[in-house]
């Protein structure tokens, strides 16, 4: 274990060398400094875990020491060295940052004593430092975030699958992070330094798919001004990501089952066989077994994709991951607005954590962009979020999930006049959902 470095500072020699004699036989790295400057001087090169300033020297004091210190964030817990006399200044200092004040006469066992107990408060802050930064690096893997049982499962999969070269297939609702997933799991495997191509198979009409896939020849059709290569061709040495991947047409998808067999294909209107190594990660939200089922995805091809494969939770699943990504979306569309909103209010995310996000990630990211552009304080309130629908008093007027739910809860209040824990029991739910489902349909109480 490396020595506590100490700096002692005091423009009266006997005292300097006391302290630093006293130090030194505990075991502490020491030096001195005989003035406020000469203190800044060694700070400009030399770090410090600890300083013991005198208050009162002739020049720079050792407030200014202090001011010092705290302007340039230097880590280093101050200890003002002070007289009976100037206790008041003293306790000043620790107002402005100073850990502690040592009054003179000294007593060389209580500086031991006061010493241990200042590397024992900066070991217990740097484990502190190290515990949130572990918890954020394993909330944060990638661009994804997530501190549910869920998402780190997720994680520690991507962590082992990553490495090797298994062809994936990822499902999962639209706007859970597929192609955020495939992403992370490109970078952490040994092709990161190489091209991560992405295509979206649902939004490329089928004429066109067989170009962007393989890529034509100049002159291959009427538009084929130039020779084109195609996604696989410029994946190469990468990952090739098909997102939607149920959504190809039959005949595209016996082309692709030969292509990921022997990576060899032909360009539109070409005769050159081409070689391409690329991994593939495929994505879709929909059920490719159905597919099957209904002679719209080939067998073959299912089992070609689904080396491993998994799926990506939904938000209702996931809700303990709610505040974290609202924290993270908050502070990007503020920076990027420039609005002065802080935080989400108590019921504006209760609202959300009520909420089943049918959207996901996606919506949520929609409902917090909005929040901050119309929001007008500090914080997003309900009446921000466009998830939030306002329900009148009195018998509901059609027969959506929430009047329904909204009846039944009333029903059930009404019949255990109004008690709280009964209802809440009866419901199912805990009290503190019930009193948020009860200010969220704003029912009232007959009495």
Known sequence: MSKTRIMVVDDELIIRESLAGWLERDGHQVEIAASGEQALAMLASTRYDIMLVDI???????????????????DTSVVMITAYGSISSAIEAMKRGAVEYLLKPFDPEEIG?????????????????YLREQVKERTRFESMIGQSPAMQEVFDLINDVAPTAAT??????????KGLAAKAIHTCSNRCRGPFVAVNCGAIPEHLMESELFGHQKGAFTDAKETKKGRLELA???????????????RMQIDLLRVLEDRVFYRVGGTQPLEADFRVIAATNGDLKKGIAD?????????????ISFDMPALR???EDIPLLTDHFLMRFTQETNKSIRKVSREAMDEMMLHDWPGNIRELENAI????????????????????????????????????????????????AWNMSISAKILGIDRSTLYSKVKRYQLQSPS
């Open 56 to 74: 009162k020297m002739e020049g720079m004091s050792g407030l200014d020491v202090l001011k010092f210190v705290n302007d340039h964030d230097l």
């Open 369 to 416: 962009e909005r929040a901050v552009v119309i929001g007008k304080g500090t914080q997003v309130m309900p009446e921000d979020l466009p998830i939030v629908c306002i329900v009148e008093s009195g018998q509901p007027s059609d027969h959506s999930l929430k009047s329904i739910e909204r009846n039944h809860i009333l029903q059930v209040l009404t019949k255990n």
């Open 168 to 177: 994936i297939l990822i499902t999962g609702e639209t706007g859970t992070g």
């Open 317 to 319: 699943r996931r809700k």
């Open 295 to 307: 002679g719209t995805f080939r067998e073959d091809l299912f089992y070609r994709l689904n080396v």
């Open 113 to 129: 004593v006061l010493i241990e107990k200042i590397i024992a408060q900066q070991a217990q802050v740097k484990e502190n430092l």
């Open 236 to 250: 190469d040495g990468g990952t090739l990501f098909l997102d939607e991947i149920g959504e190809i047409s039959m």
